[in-house]
């Protein structure tokens, strides 16, 4: 509301209502002159109550105030939006309505932060991409620089005097021990909370997991270090070593946690990425709209001010704001984010408008319709939010694992620490607790937090080297069972850039002659058939001639007069306007389209000319591929939005099996989700905007290195060169990095599965002794390395 001039009040009658009026209906709220003046900011509708020191902003001769500098920013912003009343017009998306869920457990669903009852990690919003850095993170990144910091000299305390390094020497064995205690407490009390939250999380939900085996063992080896570090007294005498010490595990409980960390990092870092697709989405849309008033006059508007109704202008070269319709000018509009293909559309009076395509050449105004989130690109952010938070990480299979072990391991440990409590000779609970952690500790396995990022690593190497880009594991994962792909056609089956195929004479011109004129008619466009005519004259090497009164017909064709000649290129309709007679070529056109290409005719001086024809070529390898994958018992399947007759003819040159035309990319991603349905494995490949959501529905998606980015982003996996033969080197490498992910798995449980019995004290009445916790902890650092060694065969794998 505003605040008016001493005069002003002076001049209004009792009883009239001003802009400024307080809530009591006085002017500029006043009531009297010894109290508080009381305004209403116009952004947030706060009350100002001392209006002298507020900041205040001028705007069609009234003044406005406003309860801080951050309203009057956003006033200034777009003070029409805000005078004019449509502000109360503007549906907000509350932060209650945000959702959040575990991306290892999607059917989990919670209105606010917190952590996963199943598996305790983060929950992460749906829908939204985090403007800042991942809290998470950030945190485990410090707390793995923690654990390593007090790890790699631990280790170096404990396995020197192994490799040669008289370390311990240098300070006593006592001393020594003291030091462990010093450098693991840290990384055990402090770095490695929140594993032990999870850990505790799902104890109490009885969801037994990875993290209730680190919790257990840790705390075992742990907790048993520090009792034999300071009350060695309890333990019997065979435990004791020169100096009256008893052995100590802390390295094993600091290395387990450094380790933990590293794999945790490289998967939040993995996982970090799948919001780029959303941000790159959102940068489609411009920040601004240009909003044209009913006086005629023009200003850059906050794109969440629009509604429904705002008249914009579009000019050459900008994006498209929201959805709407073009109510003046005429222009190509390059849609590609919606269609995928890369001929540019006409748009005139009375055609729809999509937010985020690309106005190529001319001025438009448009009428907005849907904005906000009702927009088409806001709707496709949503359809790649929501695909990508459906998948579930390949951890899962170790937790599946994790939980049968787990209880059995507990009870094991459980049983041994009571029969050697009842039946174990003296002192019977030293021997029941030393069995007992004994267990935990071989059982704890810490290569389990190694097993899947260190294939994942190799891997991704190994697939860099052959133009495969690896997001995830959860991509190589299912790309190995794939049984259907989905192809794009432009970008993925074709180059993507129309080209001239084809220049057929219907006269006595040269053909030539009919290039050389149709170019110089099409030099001045920007239209993609045109530059690819353009284009074919120059690979000629033919000159192009003078062009005057040059005119743009929609939707049927151009004309002009070249060296003075009349010359018109185009459609049927456009020669039909023209009174030409089409009849004698219209069966070799149709020919031309039929092997997928656009066919144009070209008039000279009232008389058809000649045919050219323009087409986007299909890849070199792209049969010899497709090929490839049906000798692995893939169907093939195509999804573009070119028209059928096009499609046809390219599924029929590349011998495709299924054939799915003029598809928008909600259909793209409903063909995805059906075949799911029907229990198919779908990988999609494609390269294009609109290729987003069905690529991140899919069970793992492919793109195209030379695409747009968010299909990149909404990819598991990328082929840097585009090249289709890419799928099937990336299938063999899914094949070997799940295959290696699998025995990795096995060595993060075998060595310790095995050495179980002989922890909890089978061999006792056999041998006399018990194993020793060193021994435990030296087979569960023999599955790391196990896991470490099988995971670098990766490198050498044939591709």
Same mark, same amino acid.
């Given at each position: ?10 001049? /209004? ?15 500029d709220g006043h009531a009297h002159e010894d109290e508080a003046q009381a305004l209403i900011d116009p952004v947030c509708g706060m009350t100002v109550t001392d209006a002298d020191k507020a900041p205040q902003s001028e705007f069609g001769g009234d003044n406005y105030v406003f309860c ?27 932060? /209650? ?77 006592? &001393? ?83 380790? &933990? ?342 008039? &000279? ?41 096009? *499609?046809?003819?390219? *599924? ?107 922890? *909890? ?39």
């Amino acid at each position: 509301m505003s605040e008016k001039t001493d005069s002003e009040h002076s001049s /209004e009658t009792e009883g009239e209502s001003t802009r400024g009026a307080g809530p009591d209906g006085t002017a500029d709220g006043h009531a009297h002159e010894d109290e508080a003046q009381a305004l209403i900011d116009p952004v947030c509708g706060m009350t100002v109550t001392d209006a002298d020191k507020a900041p205040q902003s001028e705007f069609g001769g009234d003044n406005y105030v406003f309860c801080s500098e951050k309203c009057q920013q956003a006033f200034l912003t777009d003070p029409y939006f805000y005078t004019s009343g449509n502000a109360g017009r503007v549906t907000q998306t509350m932060a /209650e309505d945000t959702t959040y869920t575990c991306p290892m457990h999607p059917e989990i669903i919670r209105n606010e932060p917190g952590s996963c009852p199943i598996c305790g990690m983060a929950l992460e919003p749906v829908g939204a991409a985090p403007d800042g850095p991942n809290e998470e993170l950030t945190d485990f990144t410090l707390r793995l620089k923690v654990s390593l910091i007090c790890a790699i000299p631990l280790l170096i305390l404990t396995m020197g005097p192994m490799v040669g390094i008289p370390v311990r020497s240098l300070f006593g064995e006592k &001393i020594s021990i003291y030091i462990e205690f010093v450098l693991a407490s840290p990384v055990v009390l402090w770095a490695a909370l929140p594993f032990f939250q999870r850990g505790l999380q799902s104890m109490r939900t009885l969801n037994f997991n990875m993290w209730t085996l680190i919790t257990l063992g840790v705390c075992a080896a742990y907790g048993y270090s520090v009792v034999a570090t300071f009350l060695p007294g309890l333990f019997p005498a065979k435990f004791q070593m020169d100096g009256g010490h008893v052995p100590v595990y802390f390295e094993a409980a600091a290395v387990i946690i450094a380790l &933990i960390f590293a794999g945790q990092v490289l998967e939040l870092r993995a996982r970090e990425r799948t919001g780029d697709a959303i941000r790159a989405l959102l940068d489609l849309a411009p920040k601004t709209a240009r909003r044209i008033l009913t006086d005629g006059s023009e200003y850059d508007a906050p794109l969440e001010n629009i509604i429904g109704g705002d008249r914009l202008r579009v000019r050459p070269g900008e994006r498209v704001p929201v959805d709407g319709v073009v109510v003046d000018g005429r222009s190509a509009v390059d849609e590609s984010m919606i269609t995928g293909e890369p001929v540019a559309v006409e748009k005139a009076e009375g055609d729809g408008l999509t937010g985020g395509t690309l106005n190529k050449n001319g001025s438009l105004v448009m009428a907005a319709q849907r904005v906000g989130s009702e927009t088409t690109l806001a709707q496709i952010v949503n359809m790649v939010s929501s695909a990508q938070h459906s998948k579930a990480s390949i951890q899962g299979l170790a937790d599946k694992v994790a939980s049968y072990f787990v209880p059995t391991v507990v009870a094991i440990a459980i049983i041994a620490f009571i029969v050697w409590l009842a039946v174990g000779p003296s002192p019977a609970f030293i021997f029941a607790m030393i069995s007992a952690v004994s267990v935990l500790i071989i059982a704890c396995p810490c290569a389990l937090g190694l097993a899947t990022p260190m294939s994942i690593m190799t891997a991704t190497g190994r697939g860099a080297q052959a133009g495969v880009l690896v997001k995830d594991a959860q991509a190589l994962e299912n790309l190995g069972h794939v049984d259907v792909l989905i192809v794009d056609k432009t970008g993925t089956l074709t180059v993507g850039k129309p080209q001239l195929t084809d220049v057929i004479r219907q006269s006595h011109h040269s053909k030539n002659t009919i290039l050389k004129l149709a170019a110089t008619l099409e030099k001045g466009s920007e239209h993609p058939l045109a530059e690819a005519i353009v284009q074919g004259a120059e690979d000629d090497k033919l000159s192009l001639e003078t062009m005057i009164n040059f005119e743009a017909i929609t939707g049927k064709g151009v004309i002009g007069k070249v060296t003075g000649r009349d010359v018109a290129l185009g459609n049927d309709a456009l020669m039909e306007a023209l009174g030409i007679d089409t009849a004698q070529a219209a069966p070799v056109a149709e020919e031309l389209r039929h092997a997928g290409k656009t066919a144009m005719f070209v008039a &000279i001086e009232g008389e058809l000319a000649g045919i050219v024809a323009v087409a986007d070529p299909v890849k070199e390898n792209a049969r010899t591929s497709i090929s490839a994958l049906h000798e692995q018992n893939i169907i093939v399947v195509m999804a573009t939005g070119d028209n059928e007759t096009t *499609a046809n003819a390219v *599924a029929a040159q590349l011998g495709i099996d299924e054939v799915h035309a003029g598809v928008l990319p909600a259909d793209k991603k409903r063909l995805v989700d059906d075949l799911k349905a029907q229990g198919s494995r779908v990988a999609m490949a494609g390269d294009g905007i609109n290729d987003a959501p069905a690529l991140a529905a899919a069970d793992v998606g492919i793109a195209m290195g030379t695409g747009a980015d968010v299909a990149v982003e909404s990819a598991g996996i990328t082929l840097l060169k585009g090249d289709l033969s890419g799928i099937v080197r990336a299938r063999n490498l899914a094949r070997a990095t799940l295959r290696n992910i699998r025995q990795n798995l096995f060595f993060a449980f075998a060595y310790n599965t095995a050495g179980i019995p002989i922890a *909890a004290g089978i061999l006792y009445p056999l041998t006399g002794t018990l194993l020793s916790p060193m021994l435990a902890a030296a087979a569960m650092s023999l599955s790391s390395v196990s896991v470490i060694t099988n995971a670098l065969r990766l490198r050498t794998v044939k591709l």
